[in-house]
């Protein structure tokens, strides 16, 4: 079966759909019971919860799913850097008018990065010219 593909700009994962593609993300494939059992202590669904979650996401088309022998085995349809990338490219258009360079002043302005932070930037940045 064939990965489904997503454009970026597509990709704006809610707090519930980040949970379960964590778990995805960390192991793949993983069945609605297995989901349940990783996700019933934190952040408490039941598995009704879980279902209906996953049934919205395979319509978003972020994860798809195989019929195994006994259950659906789930897979994330997009990967965790192509997530960051869009909702990255999301946060920067809403908040800082697609500014990079607002975004680090605001970030320097309050102390928001440690110098060792800040050390890692200046090597990106150095490696990306």
Do not use: C, F
């Amino acid at each position: 079966v064939e990965e489904p593909k997503l454009d970026e700009k597509e990709i704006i994962l809610q707090q519930s759909e980040r949970y379960i593609m964590e778990k995805l993300w960390e192991e793949s494939p993983m069945t609605i019971m297995q989901l349940y059992h990783a996700l019933k202590k934190e952040p408490g669904w039941s598995k009704s919860t879980v279902n209906t979650l996953l049934g919205r996401m395979v319509e978003k088309e972020i994860i798809y799913y195989e019929e195994g022998k006994k259950a659906r085995q789930y897979y994330p349809a997009i990967q965790r850097e192509d997530a960051a990338v869009a909702e990255t490219e999301s946060l920067l258009k809403r908040v800082y008018r697609g500014s990079v360079g607002m975004m680090m002043s605001t970030m320097i302005k309050k102390n928001a990065l440690s110098e060792a932070e800040m050390d890692e930037l200046y090597e990106i940045l150095r490696k990306g010219k």
